[in-house]
């Protein structure tokens, strides 16, 4: 044991060593404390000998009973079998049925709970009773004062990785924790594996990541830290809604202030940032930081799919915009061509990202079609919402992908929010795709019995939604008193007409014409405004940014969608005036004027109101 504890590297002695031991016929002249100690040495010095193992492992799974062993030796040799990733499962059920037998573990030291369901759990070496007695053993324990810090997080950590629950053993931890006068004998990676464990266990315990978060936040400095201790401590405060904003404030500003970050690897960018975007922690210097670090990296092959899909998921969800970021992430995916290593949440959440964020690719969104059609038999109701939602704000109607998921989406109705009730309905509006397996007698039932429960912008949707069924189509659109509700609110809704708006309508009195604004149709829709050119009605609409995806000016599909409509319904042609045309002619009325005339169809040589004045 002494090369292994001493850090002397050595590998032909150990080689030396392991082939004697498995040449030999049997072990039985080697004691418990040999075994556990040469398994144990193995692990520690990184010299893997599967041979050994596999010969150790055997021998003490055929021998009668464990009796001679001490709880040092379990210890020690299942840790060591988990570190050096030798498995053997009936090695671990005879050490864990020994154990679950004893009388009593009155002779274990916390190390031994600590090493022996660490073990178990990084094996996944499942075996409830076995985490069950040892959680009743230490919350009946008079006190935990002889356990060191390192035992806590271990232990936790173990429990919530093998998802065995215990909220007692959890509750008596974290109250020890919270208790004690300071926590300065703990290291960061113990404050991270603990607040992780209580997170992924959803152990709610707002006092201890209140103590711990103070703890971190007074802290001189967090040099001592490593990146993947920020990532673990920040979502692990995002996932149990633990809010503490000095806490984000100062890791953020420590990682903005690092010179690179060249030792963080893609799961800690990832979950950094989703913790911040989850949190609500704004920082833009952080985000900025990360994503030039992203984009100025060499490639991104290092990188798996949830860490994409979470990236640009926080970036999108933040608000925090950062087209090369996007651009860079969609050309790697889009290049890679075979997306059969993404889930379904990678796929929805990566589309929706870009659809929030107002961002264009249409490789990769055809790409993700084309696998969301062959997979789509293991999309959940979240996953295929956000996926038909993300098409359609887009204005990337794929007709195909809508058509042939419709059976898949239809099979999930019941399953269905409120929220994803009609986003999935305002979707394949604007994808204007006959979906009858999904959009039938069930669904208006579903619909109907969440009438009260609806939020006003679903309640808006779906009024577009019965447009298309009903006036488009001459299908059947919402009950009665649904369609009334909803006819309702989206009548109300207030118009605030822009500046951009002013000015076209301004130009439209000059040049001779009586614009009604903020006119509400038939069909219910409030638009620009209403001129009458040669005894005919046109819709003036003036499309600012906000109507438009990014740099590459495609229509977003609400506004494609209202287009249509007032088109269709109504029967009034539309002249949409979008801004960048409108901004090119800056100042010049003239021009502004000569380009109203070109759109409407009006003859040049009609005289405007301020010619006349002159």
């Known amino acids: 044991m ?28 080697f004691q418990p404390q040999n075994l556990s100690n040469i398994v144990w040495a193995f692990a520690t010095a990184e ?41 053997h499962p009936q090695l671990f059920e005879k050490v864990a049925k020994h154990i679950e037998s004893s009388r009593d573990l009155a002779s274990f030291i916390p190390q031994d709970y600590a090493n022996i369901v660490w073990a178990y759990a990084t094996a996944e070496a499942s075996h409830p009773q076995l985490f069950e007695r040892i959680a009743n053993h ?20 173990a429990y919530a990785t093998a998802e065995a629950s215990h909220p007692q053993l959890f509750e008596r931890i974290a109250n020890h924790i919270e208790s004690s ?28 990541f209140e103590r711990i978060a103070k703890h971190i936040e007074s802290s001189r400095d967090l040099s001592s830290f490593i990146p993947q201790d920020y990532a673990n401590i920040v979502w692990a405060y995002a996932t149990a809604e633990a809010s503490h904003p000095q806490l984000f404030e100062r890791i953020a500003n420590h990682i903005e202030s690092s010179r690179d970050l060249s030792s963080f690897i893609p799961q800690d960018y990832a979950n950094i940032v989703w913790a911040f975007a989850t949190a609500e922690a704004l920082h833009p210097q952080l985000f900025e930081k990360v994503a030039k670090h ?16 979470n990236i640009v998921w926080a970036y999108a969800t933040a608000e925090a915009s950062h087209p090369q970021l996007f651009e860079r992430i969609a050309n790697h995916i889009e290049s890679s061509r075979d997306l059969s290593s993404f889930i379904p949440q990678d796929y929805a959440n990566i589309v929706w990202a870009y659809a929030t964020a107002e961002l264009s690719h249409p490789v990769l969104f055809s790409n993700v079609a084309d696998s969301a059609i062959q997979r789509q038999s293991e999309f959940n109701s979240q996953d295929i919402t956000n996926l038909l939602w993300a098409f359609a704000s887009n204005g990337d109607i794929e007709r195909n992908l809508y058509t042939k998921v419709a059976p898949s989406a239809a099979k999930l109705t019941s399953q269905y929010t409120c929220q994803q009730l009609t986003n999935i309905a305002w979707a394949y509006a604007v994808a204007d795709v006959d979906a009858p397996t999904l959009f039938n007698e069930i669904f208006n039932e579903k619909c109907n019995k969440k009438m009260d429960a609806f939020s006003v912008e679903s309640l808006m949707q779906l009024y577009q939604w019965h447009l ?9 659109g919402l009950p009665q008193m649904l ?27 000059a040049i001779g014409l009586h614009p009604e604004e903020e006119v509400l149709l038939q069909s219910g829709y409030r638009i620009d405004a209403l001129v009458q050119v040669n005894g005919e009605n046109f819709v003036i609409e003036v499309d600012g940014p906000s109507h438009f995806i990014g740099k590459i000016r495609d229509l977003k599909g609400s506004t494609k969608l209202k287009h249509r409509q007032v088109s269709t319904i109504d029967g009034i042609p539309i002249v949409s005036v979008p801004y960048w045309e409108w901004n090119k002619l800056r100042k010049d009325r003239k021009k502004k004027q000569k380009y109203l005339r070109s759109r409407l169809g009006l003859a040049e040589s009609t005289e405007s109101k301020d010619e006349k004045k002159q």
């Open 294 to 309: 992203i984009e100025s990296s060499r490639d991104l092959a290092s990188f798996i799919p949830q860490d994409y899909a």
């Open 483 to 509: 369609h009334e509700k909803c006819y309702n609110v989206f009548v109300s809704a207030s118009a605030s007409p822009s500046a951009l708006q002013d000015d076209v309508v301004v130009e439209l009195r």
């Open 2 to 29: 002494g090369i292994a504890t001493a850090e002397a590297s050595h590998p032909q002695l150990f080689e030396k060593v392991a082939s004697h031991i498995v040449s030999s016929r049997d072990l039985s002249s």
């Open 468 to 476: 298309w069924r009903a006036k488009e189509h001459s299908e059947e």
């Open 181 to 208: 006068r300071d926590l300065s004998s703990f290291i960061p990676q113990d404050y991270a594996n603990i607040v992780w464990a209580y997170a992924t266990a959803e152990a709610s315990h707002p006092q201890l």
């Open 138 to 157: 230490i919350e009946s324990s008079r006190d935990l004062a002889s356990f060191i810090p390192q035992d806590y997080a271990n232990i936790v950590w």
């Open 47 to 87: 010299a893997l000998h599967p041979q050994l193992f596999e010969k150790v492992a055997n021998h003490i799974e055929s021998s009668r009973d464990l009796s001679s062993f001490i709880p040092q030796d379990y210890a020690n040799i299942v840790w060591a079998f988990a570190t050096a990733e030798a498995l």
